[in-house]
């Protein structure tokens, strides 16, 4: 007897070999279907790349009020305390030391 398959063997091999290519088949489509058309991801990214722009630029004119906060603190505030206290530890000192 020789060690060729019997027709009947050669069906089922055949048939099991079919029923792989289908489910490739099916694994594909399914994964074409997820799968994001260019045009779609360039939008994205383009959306992306505006919207990371338009933050950078609103963080720089928060940084640049923040500055002009402090100078205007400095400016408005601590030197005239400063100019207004100067002469009140002066007569301080002075008196103090007769």
Same mark, same amino acid.
């Given at each position: 007897?020789?060690?060729?398959?019997?027709?009947?063997?050669?069906?089922?091999?055949?048939?099991?070999?079919?029923?792989?290519?289908?489910?490739?088949?099916?694994?594909?489509?399914?994964?074409?279907? %997820? $799968?994001?058309?260019? =045009?779609?991801?360039?939008? @994205?990214?383009?959306?992306?790349? /505006?919207?990371?722009?338009? !933050?950078?630029?609103?963080? %720089? $004119?928060?940084?640049? =009020?923040?500055?002009?906060? @402090?100078?205007?603190?400095?400016? /408005?505030?601590?030197?005239? !305390?400063?100019?207004?206290?100067?002469?009140?530890?002066?007569?301080?000192?002075?008196?103090?030391?007769?």
């Amino acid at each position: 007897m020789t060690d060729e398959p019997t027709p009947g063997e050669m069906v089922r091999r055949l048939e099991d070999r079919l029923a792989d290519v289908r489910d490739d088949i099916q694994q594909l489509g399914r994964r074409m279907d %997820e $799968k994001v058309d260019q =045009k779609v991801y360039d939008l @994205r990214h383009e959306a992306l790349a /505006a919207r990371t722009t338009t !933050l950078e630029t609103l963080r %720089e $004119k928060d940084a640049e =009020k923040l500055v002009a906060t @402090r100078r205007w603190l400095i400016g /408005a505030v601590v030197i005239p !305390l400063i100019a207004v206290l100067m002469p009140v530890i002066i007569l301080l000192v002075q008196g103090a030391s007769t």
